[in-house]
């Protein structure tokens, strides 16, 4: 309308101005009036000429808006067409959600998953799991859902929810879990030593009985065994079975300990098993280092290592067995002289919070070193040495002041440090828990030397003497002096005799624990030094205030399955020693196997002490929530926890090891659990045990709501199989009755050509009865080897069979 408008107009003012024009024209001048005539014609064909131009292009324009406007409104159509097959077809869950988190609408497939009545209810009463995911717009999660695993895609901006069946792809990645190589190596501990004493026929009859044990529980979980060195083994198997044989808790060790118990002999075994998704050369190493983990923690347990997880120990329940000979002794001796030799000066450095027994140690290598003749140097902190040490010190400044002068503070020994200082280390083998770590970080030239077993965090030293079976550290380093040959005799004051004999008194907890015949003869030699013994006994009495202290901590003590005792308080003792001397005077309570004195070192820091007889690791214990030390004798320091969580949590793993009774819980089995039920069950479980199967996620607690799940889940299930049952009944129909006919080639002798398969019949069948049959189903009376009739039976359920006949005919 508006083109014409302005045509219009412009016509007008052409007509106007010919108007205003035509009385200045002289119609008698025949060549001027020709002129403007093909003037006026020359216009108007260029005018004519722009407004076709003109016209053409805005027609190509609408045109080709026409093309797309038609090409969209195809592309919408199809575009449509596939939104609702993904909303109505596709095996794709979509939910949607109003703002009180409500169902308002499902498409068919998540009704198929949920419930066809889903819509309208609360998401919560649907699945709790995606009512959580929803609250905490968690976009992206994964959820079971009967037999079924789900990927979930949630969009917060619409309240949709996306289910996506992923059971395929996690049951191959658990398949493939399942299926990743575990490879295990076994050390018969102490078998020569043991068995030397026997004549050979009794040696060749324990060792076969030992090894047929061993064979017997590989072959229980399927695991290829096989010897590969005197008194070692190799076993391969999967995943899978490593995961069975940490539910039995490697009861082999136990099995092993029996034989040795019968037969009166002090043998152990010791397992290292790794395993990782990596190539089999770098899985042996980790394999290795697992079973020297497991020789240096004292032998008689299973260190597992799996890719991902934290390293696991298993057994140690008695105490380590002396491995070492005299030889041995002597050969490390020798190695550690030769160090010392061929270094310029020698740093000597205990633990934090040195004891009698880091202290004496410090002493008894300081003369190992002042007879090579070497400088000396031993790292001293004063306020890092505990109560007893600090008073004894100040006590040497008087008494032994040659010896104080060989002790420096950290400040001082770093200028004195050369490339060829070597660093010796006592009483710890933790790099968290040396005097200083400074000096630690300076030396990289490094000897350790300790009694405890090891853990996950150790030094990278040059050389280690470490045997979890002495009772001290006192005890290795005068086994050592012993073999430590000199031009000079070693000369050991009575002062320093009596702090290396205190040691002693310390760590075996007044020899009453983790002695041996070498323990005794240590103090023997230590007495002929000149050790006081009541010196000893002076240092470590308690002063009043700490006795009525330790009283009164005493009279809040709690039994806990009548054999384990806790004292446990909210009050604040930095004293760690207190701590200690509590759990021992606990341990003095008759029927107390282990005792632990639990309280705030800090106001974020929970100490725990413990203190057992024989018959409890509280090592084990202690590795549990982040601590250590030795079979009867453990401490651990937990950061960001609280005294009542690390209580339960005690409480939880004591239960898990050595709970017969107590406090019970029932939880839903997710998947079959050897001995305890089989998926979907509810079982009654011990406490400590329901934990450890919920951590495992091998369960769920049975509350109110998981249990409403749970029958919710039946029922569904119970339905599902009833419309399956009904379905198969109708399929039965179909089926019963019918025949087929097949044709075969028979040969001059009567025989069948070839083979008549269920495949074959089962496509016969849908070719002519348009039904069809799953092949792996059909079941046939007898062979088909000839021409006649036969009898095919559908297995369609365990109760619903249907049968038709085969006719086989000749061609």
């Given at each position: ?5 302005f ?10 101005a ?11 001048n ?24 003109l ?27 596939v ?26 497939h ?5 419930d066809?009545r ?15 995911a ?11 859902i ?14 949709f ?49 030992y ?42 060790l136990?099995?092993?300990?029996l ?12 397992m ?33 290592n799996?890719?991902?997880?934290k ?12 491995k ?6 002597r ?6 002289k ?20 880091a ?36 006590q ?23 490339p ?13 828990m ?14 350790v ?21 002495a ?67 002076l ?72 203190r057992?007889y ?29 005294i ?60 109110d ?14 339905e ?52 069809l ?14 021409i006649?009739i ?22």
């Amino acid at each position: 309308m508006k083109r014409w408008i302005f045509i219009v107009i412009a016509s007008i003012l052409v007509g106007l101005a010919i108007y205003i024009y035509i009385p200045y024209i002289e119609f008698n001048n025949g060549p001027r009036v020709g002129a403007l005539a093909v003037l006026f014609l020359s216009f108007s064909f260029l005018w004519v000429a722009i407004y076709i131009n003109l016209n053409y292009q805005s027609r190509q324009k609408v045109r080709t808006l026409q093309n797309r406007l038609s090409m969209w409104t195809k592309l919408s159509y199809h575009v449509n067409q596939v939104g609702d097959e993904v909303f109505n077809e596709l095996p794709i869950g979509i939910i949607a959600l109003d703002d009180d988190l409500e169902i308002k609408w499902a498409n068919p497939h998540a009704k198929t998953i949920f419930d066809p009545r889903i819509t309208g209810k609360d998401l919560k009463e649907v699945h709790p799991q995606l009512h959580l995911a929803a609250i905490n717009n968690k976009t992206s999660s994964m959820i079971r859902i009967k037999n079924e695993t789900y990927d979930v895609t949630y969009r917060p901006e619409f309240k949709f929810f996306y289910l996506f069946d992923v059971t395929l792809r996690e049951q191959m990645k658990e398949r493939y879990q399942n299926q990743i190589a575990a490879l295990g190596i076994i050390y018969l501990d102490n078998l020569d030593e043991a068995l030397g004493s026997l004549d050979v026929s009794e040696q060749s009859s324990l060792k076969g009985e030992y090894l047929a044990a061993i064979a017997d529980w590989a072959n229980k979980y399927d695991c290829f065994l096989k010897p590969y060195a005197e008194e070692r083994l190799l076993f391969v198997g999967y995943r899978q079975q490593l995961e069975k044989m940490i539910t039995d808790k490697f009861d082999i060790l136990d099995k092993i300990r029996l034989i040795s118990t019968q037969n009166q002999v002090r043998v152990s075994i010791s397992m290292g098993i790794a395993s990782w998704d990596v190539k089999y050369e770098e899985l042996g190493i980790y394999a290795q280092n697992a079973i020297e983990l497991a020789e240096k923690r004292g032998g008689d347990q299973v260190v597992v290592n799996i890719q991902d997880q934290k390293i696991a120990y298993f057994g140690a329940k008695n105490d380590a067995a002396a491995k070492s000979s005299r030889v041995g002794i002597r050969i490390n001796a020798q190695t550690i002289k030769d160090f010392i030799d061929k270094s310029s000066s020698v740093v000597i450095m205990g633990h934090n919070q040195a004891d009698l027994d880091a202290f004496g140690s410090m002493i008894a290598v300081y003369h190992m070193a002042k007879a090579s003749k070497k400088p000396v140097y031993m790292v001293i902190e004063e306020d890092k040495l505990d109560a007893t040490v600090k008073k004894l010190y100040d006590q040497l400044k008087f008494d032994l002041p040659q010896l104080i002068e060989t002790c420096f503070t950290p400040e001082m020994i770093m200028p004195r440090i050369n490339p060829d200082t070597i660093l010796i280390v006592v009483d710890t083998q933790s790099p968290k828990m040396v005097m200083n770590p400074e000096i630690l970080d300076k030396i990289p030239r490094l000897i350790v030397i300790d009694h405890h077993r090891i853990g996950e965090e150790t030094f990278n030293a040059m050389f280690s003497f470490v045997e979890p079976y002495a009772s001290s550290t006192i005890e290795l380093v005068m086994e050592l002096i012993n073999f430590y040959s000199t031009e000079e005799e070693l000369k050991i004051s009575n002062m320093e005799a009596t702090i290396m004999y205190g040691g002693l008194i310390v760590d075996t907890s007044n020899f009453s624990v983790r002695t041996s015949s070498r323990t005794f003869e240590v103090a023997s030699k230590l007495k002929d030094f000149g050790a006081d013994i009541v010196e000893v006994k002076l240092w470590l009495r308690r002063d009043l205030v700490r006795t009525l202290e330790i009283n009164k901590l005493l009279s809040q003590v709690d039994i806990f399955l009548d054999r384990f005792a806790f004292v446990v308080t909210t009050d604040i003792y930095e004293d760690r020693i207190l701590l200690a001397q509590v759990a021992e005077a606990a341990l003095q309570i008759n029927g107390i196997d282990a005792a632990f004195m639990i309280a705030k070192m800090g106001s974020n820091m929970v100490g725990v002490s413990a203190r057992s007889y024989q018959n409890v690791n509280v090592q084990t214990l202690m590795e549990a929530v982040g601590g250590g030390g030795h079979l009867n004798s453990a401490a651990a320091q937990i950061e960001n926890m609280s005294i009542h969580e690390v209580y339960d949590q005690l409480k939880n793993y004591i239960e898990l090891e050595y709970g017969q009774g107590g406090q019970q819980v029932k939880v839903i089995l997710l998947e079959d659990v050897k001995g305890r039920g089989k998926k979907d069950d509810v079982i009654e479980v011990a406490a400590g045990y329901g934990q450890f199967l919920v951590t495992q996620k091998k369960a769920l607690l049975a509350n109110d709501e998981n249990l409403a799940a749970l029958n919710k889940a039946k029922e569904d299930a119970f339905e599902a199989q009833q419309r399956h049952i009904q379905l198969m009944k109708a399929l039965k129909a179909e089926i019963d009755g019918k025949k087929v006919t097949i044709g075969i080639q028979i040969g001059q002798d009567g025989k069948m050509f070839g083979s008549v398969t269920t495949k074959q019949i089962c496509e016969t069948f849908e070719q002519v009865h348009h039904v069809l049959i799953d092949k792996k189903k059909v079941e046939l009376a007898s062979d088909i080897n000839s021409i006649g009739i036969y009898t095919a039976t559908v297995q369609l359920h365990k109760d619903i069979k249907a049968q038709f006949e085969v006719h086989i005919v000749e061609k």
